[in-house]
Structure formats: structure tokens, C-alpha cells
């Protein structure tokens, strides 16, 4: 016993002395070397006690005083956050190329199928494959053009369901709506049909499910102290593990029906058939099970919450300032007139339109923080040294906020990209003063399709209704933090035909 004793006394203090050691050697290196500015935070936590709920505003606050490049601990991470057009630029475009990898999180890991997606797959080979198939069949340019009577099909299901509810007087929640409309079209898309009706238990629960996964997508402990991790403190793993259970079922369901279907398909294939048939070329990459599962997983959670997220933040602003309704409504009552709806073809003469949009991906990004990158090797940006594997973090709200960018950056005034050097800026990653969808090679996938969608079913929705707030009921404004923004109230309107009763049916 004794020795037992003083064979894990010795231990103990060879392990401590390890510690201490390997934390002196390492504050050293770090001391001979220029990090951005940041705050110190606590031992072993870092910053992550200072966080609180809005992390994107607190970092916006801490950004305000240690500057736009921002070096600090989360937990034992090293993390640097970027919150100006020019640091964004630095990393995003000049640097690119070392921060094309994610790090390794809970959500990746119990909710991605362990990073075999899209989002949070490592650029590769297997990524690029899914990347190159995304967009040749379903989320690039001709691929859009392609599917746009799916998506003139759906907003049409949408407005007669919307007339009904408008005869009856019943009050619309504008997520509600919104996902089960875009969930359809991308449903017809990939598996060449709908999937949800627009009145269904099944359309509300699925939306439930998607706002509980971008919700708990959010800050974990775990993953910034790997150490403590498996004690998940915050009950946020098993909540991802119970979510992941739940969309397994729904997928698994949703593919093995397709399967069964497959010869009524024939010439004629769908996104879903494509992918699975990936396999048979031996000269390519072959896709698993789970990365399929896995991009399916993407396209109907973050393929519709970024876009349901950005109509509705729209809309409350329009509520809130009820004269850039107006104004929008004009501009199309000239340009369409309300003898029929509108259609796509009409978008590019909708210029107020899109600046209520571009005005939107300002304020209100869906992904307040950008999802994370690691730097594959230590680098230096702007005069700033960037140890190897510290993870990245745009603040693109706090862009959208900048009063050094922005004039009156607080006010929702769409005019600001109708004149001046605003009117030119491009929301697809070109300039950094406004980037929604974030830049790089890692851009968001869908951002073609969340643009044309986004104007798209807004410019339909205030063309074809009024909309006013149900008596007595206050607008709120607050967000819910995740890994996209949401409104912590959702929006509830009341609406009424403003067009000949003939185009709602």
C-alpha cells in the first residue's frame, strides 16, 4: 500500500509539474511573439463566462475597445475574431487558403453525421465532390434557372393557403409559413415532390426541429474545453443526440421511399437520384451513406431556416416602419400593377426591393457569427501573429453595425443602397462591407438560392397583402442567439388582399 502511495504521489506531482511546465514554455513563445489585442479572460474558461447570451454583441463590445482583429482564450481555444471589412477581407481573401478547415465540435460531430456534410466537412476531396454536385444540380446559377417553376409552383400554394386564411380572419405566424414553403421547394427539388401541406402538424413540428438545431448550435462548453466535455455541463450534447435521433428517422424514411420510387424516375432523375447514383462512376469519389444524409440534412435545415430567418426580420422592420411598406408596395403596384402576382422576371425592376433585402442582410444576417475556421498553419495578418489551429470567427453583425462603414447604422433605412457607394455593394462575398453569406471558397453553398427566395417570396408577400400587427400586440424586436439569428418572438400578422381575387387561386 505504501508504495502504491507514493507511486501515485509521484505521479501526481510529475503530472503538475508537466503542466506548469508546458504553460511557462508556452506563455514564453507567446510573449516573443505580436497576438492582436484581446481580454484575458479567466484561467481555463477564457472568455466564455464574459459571453453571456448575445455573444455576437458582447464580441461587437469587446471588439469596440481591443480593435477589429481580436485575439482571445475560448476556454483552452485560441480564437480570433474579425469585426471590420478589412479584417474580414485579410483573413477571407488574402488568407483563404489557411482557413478552409473547421474545428471539431458537438454540433459537427452528433448533428452533422461527425462532419460528413457540407458545413462542417474539412475541404478535401469528398467536400469539393459535394460542393460540385450542390451546385451543378441544384444550388448554382443554371441549376436555379432550372427549377424556377418549382419555386413559382410553391409561392402559388402559398398565397392560396395565405387567401384562406385571410377570408377567415386567422392570424399568420410568418415562420410557420415561410418554412413550410421553402421546405417544398426544396423537397421538390431533391425528391420530386412535396413533402409538407401548408396547414400540417408534420410542416410545424419539422420547422420546430430546425430552429431547436440552429438554436442549440450555439455556445457549448464542451467545445472550447475539450477536457470537460464528456461531463457535457449544459445538457446541450444529449440535446443534440436526441435532435440527431429525429432527423436520422426523418432522412432515413425520406431516402428509403425514394429508393422504392426510383423507376418512376427514370430519364428523369432528381437531385436526391443523382447523388446516390455517385457511386457507379469508379474514376470518382465515393459518397457514404452518411455524407448523404448529411447534405440532405443541410439542405432542408440551413437550405430554409437562413432564408425563413431573413423574410421575417424583413417584414417586422416593414411593420415597424410601416412607410418602407408603403413605398415597396408602390413600386411594385407601377411596375406589376395587381391584376396578377409577381414572378421572377420581375425582380431585377424592384430596385427598393432589393435594397429592403440588402437593408436586411445588414441588420439582421441569419448567421450573426460566421461558423467557425481553423488555421491550418500560424500566419501573420496585419502585422499580427496567428498561432497554428486558432479559430476564426467573422462578426458579421458587428460589420453590419459599424458606425466607421455605416451611417446611422442603428436605423433600418433600405435608401442607403439606393445612391451613393452603398448602391454598389454585392451581397455575394465581393465586398466586405456587407457579407451575409460570408466569402471565400467556403461561402455559404446556397447564397444564390437564399438571394433569388429571399426577394422573391418578399416581394410576393407585400405585393399581394396588407399587413398590420393584431390589435393591442407590441412588435418585438429581440434575437435569439444560435448558429443563425432568430427572431426570440416569432412574428404573428394580420393580412388582407390587396390584389384581384382571381390570382390567389
Given at each position: 500500500?505504501?508504495?502504491?502511495?507514493?507511486?501515485?504521489?509521484?505521479?501526481?506531482?510529475?503530472?503538475?509539474?508537466?503542466?506548469?511546465?508546458?504553460?511557462?514554455?508556452?506563455?514564453?513563445?507567446?510573449?516573443?511573439?505580436?497576438?492582436?489585442?484581446?481580454?484575458?479572460?479567466?484561467?481555463?474558461?477564457?472568455?466564455?463566462?464574459?459571453?453571456?447570451?448575445?455573444?455576437?454583441?458582447?464580441?461587437?463590445?469587446?471588439?469596440?475597445?481591443?480593435?477589429?482583429?481580436?485575439?482571445?482564450?475560448?476556454?483552452?481555444?485560441?480564437?480570433?475574431?474579425?469585426?471590420?471589412?478589412?479584417?474580414?477581407?485579410?483573413?477571407?481573401?488574402?488568407?483563404?487558403?489557411?482557413?478552409?478547415?473547421?474545428?471539431?465540435?458537438?454540433?459537427?460531430?452528433?448533428?452533422?453525421?461527425?462532419?460528413?456534410?457540407?458545413?462542417?466537412?474539412?475541404?478535401?476531396?469528398?467536400?469539393?465532390?459535394?460542393?460540385?454536385?450542390?451546385?451543378?444540380?441544384?444550388?448554382?446559377?443554371?441549376?436555379?434557372?432550372?427549377?424556377?417553376?418549382?419555386?413559382?409552383?410553391?409561392?402559388?400554394?402559398?398565397?392560396?393557403?395565405?387567401?384562406?386564411?385571410?377570408?377567415?380572419?386567422?392570424?399568420?405566424?410568418?415562420?410557420?409559413?415561410?418554412?413550410?414553403?421553402?421546405?417544398?421547394?426544396?423537397?421538390?427539388?431533391?425528391?420530386?415532390?412535396?413533402?409538407?401541406?401548408?396547414?400540417?402538424?408534420?410542416?410545424?413540428?419539422?420547422?420546430?426541429?430546425?430552429?431547436?438545431?440552429?438554436?442549440?448550435?450555439?455556445?457549448?462548453?464542451?467545445?472550447?474545453?475539450?477536457?470537460?466535455?464528456?461531463?457535457?455541463?449544459?445538457?446541450?450534447?444529449?440535446?443534440?443526440?436526441?435532435?440527431?435521433?429525429?432527423?436520422?428517422?426523418?432522412?432515413?424514411?425520406?431516402?428509403?421511399?425514394?429508393?422504392?420510387?426510383?423507376?418512376?424516375?427514370?430519364?428523369?432523375?432528381?437531385?436526391?437520384?443523382?447523388?446516390?447514383?455517385?457511386?457507379?462512376?469508379?474514376?470518382?469519389?465515393?459518397?457514404?451513406?452518411?455524407?448523404?444524409?448529411?447534405?440532405?440534412?443541410?439542405?432542408?435545415?440551413?437550405?430554409?431556416?437562413?432564408?425563413?430567418?431573413?423574410?421575417?426580420?424583413?417584414?417586422?422592420?416593414?411593420?415597424?416602419?410601416?412607410?418602407?411598406?408603403?413605398?415597396?408596395?408602390?413600386?411594385?403596384?407601377?411596375?406589376?400593377?395587381?391584376?396578377?402576382?409577381?414572378?421572377?422576371?420581375?425582380l431585377p425592376k424592384l430596385p427598393y426591393l432589393e435594397a429592403i433585402c440588402k437593408?436586411?442582410?445588414?441588420?439582421?444576417?441569419?448567421?450573426?457569427?460566421?461558423?467557425?475556421?481553423?488555421?491550418?498553419?500560424?500566419?501573420?495578418?496585419?502585422?499580427?501573429?496567428?498561432?497554428?489551429?486558432?479559430?476564426?470567427?467573422?462578426?458579421?453583425?458587428?460589420?453590419?453595425?459599424?458606425?466607421?462603414?455605416?451611417?446611422?447604422?442603428?436605423?433600418?433605412?433600405?435608401?442607403?443602397?439606393?445612391?451613393?457607394?452603398?448602391?454598389?455593394?454585392?451581397?455575394?462575398?465581393?465586398?466586405?462591407?456587407?457579407?451575409?453569406?460570408?466569402?471565400?471558397?467556403?461561402?455559404?453553398?446556397?447564397?444564390?438560392?437564399?438571394?433569388?427566395?429571399?426577394?422573391?417570396?418578399?416581394?410576393?408577400?407585400?405585393?399581394?397583402?396588407?399587413?398590420?400587427?393584431?390589435?393591442?400586440?407590441?412588435?418585438?424586436?429581440?434575437?435569439a442567439f444560435g448558429l443563425t439569428l432568430q427572431k426570440e418572438v416569432p412574428l404573428?400578422?394580420?393580412?388582407s388582399p390587396r390584389l384581384i381575387s382571381d390570382v390567389y387561386v
Amino acid at each position: 500500500m505504501a508504495f502504491y502511495a507514493f507511486f501515485l504521489r509521484e505521479l501526481g506531482v510529475g503530472v503538475l509539474i508537466f503542466f506548469i511546465s508546458h504553460l511557462f514554455i508556452r506563455s514564453i513563445l507567446r510573449n516573443s511573439v505580436r497576438l492582436p489585442p484581446g481580454p484575458r479572460g479567466w484561467p481555463v474558461l477564457g472568455v466564455l463566462p464574459l459571453l453571456g447570451t448575445m455573444p455576437h454583441v458582447t464580441l461587437t463590445n469587446m471588439g469596440k475597445k481591443y480593435g477589429p482583429i481580436m485575439f482571445l482564450k475560448m476556454g483552452t481555444c485560441d480564437t480570433v475574431v474579425a469585426s471590420s471589412p478589412d479584417a474580414a477581407q485579410a483573413f477571407l481573401k488574402a488568407l483563404d487558403h489557411n482557413f478552409l478547415n473547421r474545428p471539431t465540435i458537438a454540433g459537427a460531430t452528433h448533428l452533422g453525421y461527425n462532419a460528413q456534410d457540407l458545413v462542417f466537412a474539412n475541404y478535401g476531396s469528398k467536400w469539393k465532390l459535394l460542393r460540385k454536385l450542390a451546385n451543378q444540380h441544384m444550388l448554382g446559377g443554371r441549376a436555379l434557372n432550372d427549377w424556377a417553376h418549382v419555386r413559382a409552383s410553391e409561392v402559388k400554394h402559398m398565397l392560396k393557403a395565405m387567401h384562406e386564411c385571410a377570408k377567415e380572419g386567422e392570424l399568420i405566424v410568418v415562420s410557420d409559413l415561410l418554412s413550410c414553403a421553402i421546405t417544398n421547394m426544396v423537397s421538390q427539388v431533391v425528391l420530386s415532390q412535396r413533402i409538407f401541406s401548408n396547414k400540417g402538424l408534420e410542416s410545424k413540428e419539422f420547422k420546430e426541429m430546425v430552429v431547436e438545431f440552429m438554436t442549440i448550435s450555439g455556445v457549448n462548453i464542451g467545445d472550447f474545453v475539450p477536457c470537460i466535455g464528456w461531463m457535457d455541463l449544459q445538457g446541450v450534447v444529449g440535446k443534440m443526440k436526441r435532435l440527431h435521433k429525429r432527423f436520422d428517422v426523418f432522412l432515413s424514411k425520406i431516402i428509403e421511399e425514394h429508393v422504392k420510387s426510383s423507376h418512376e424516375r427514370i430519364g428523369k432523375p432528381d437531385f436526391l437520384d443523382i447523388v446516390m447514383n455517385t457511386g457507379e462512376d469508379p474514376s470518382q469519389e465515393r459518397l457514404s451513406f452518411s455524407n448523404i444524409k448529411a447534405l440532405l440534412l443541410n439542405l432542408f435545415t440551413a437550405g430554409t431556416d437562413t432564408s425563413t430567418s431573413i423574410i421575417e426580420w424583413a417584414l417586422a422592420e416593414m411593420l415597424k416602419n410601416p412607410n418602407i411598406l408603403i413605398r415597396a408596395q408602390r413600386e411594385m403596384d407601377e411596375v406589376i400593377g395587381r391584376e396578377r402576382v409577381v414572378v421572377e422576371s420581375d425582380l431585377p425592376k424592384l430596385p427598393y426591393l432589393e435594397a429592403i433585402c440588402k437593408e436586411t442582410y445588414r441588420m439582421h444576417p441569419s448567421t450573426p457569427l460566421s461558423v467557425p475556421r481553423v488555421a491550418t498553419e500560424a500566419c501573420n495578418v496585419n502585422g499580427y501573429y496567428i498561432p497554428k489551429n486558432t479559430r476564426l470567427n467573422v462578426n458579421i453583425w458587428a460589420i453590419g453595425r459599424d458606425p466607421n462603414v455605416w451611417s446611422n447604422p442603428l436605423e433600418f433605412n433600405p435608401e442607403r443602397f439606393l445612391r451613393g457607394k452603398s448602391a454598389k455593394l454585392d451581397p455575394t462575398g465581393v465586398h466586405f462591407e456587407l457579407i451575409p453569406f460570408g466569402a471565400g471558397r467556403r461561402i455559404c453553398a446556397g447564397y444564390r438560392m437564399a438571394i433569388v427566395v429571399i426577394q422573391y417570396i418578399l416581394g410576393t408577400l407585400l405585393h399581394s397583402f396588407d399587413w398590420k400587427l393584431p390589435n393591442g400586440q407590441e412588435l418585438n424586436m429581440d434575437e435569439a442567439f444560435g448558429l443563425t439569428l432568430q427572431k426570440e418572438v416569432p412574428l404573428s400578422a394580420i393580412i388582407s388582399p390587396r390584389l384581384i381575387s382571381d390570382v390567389y387561386v
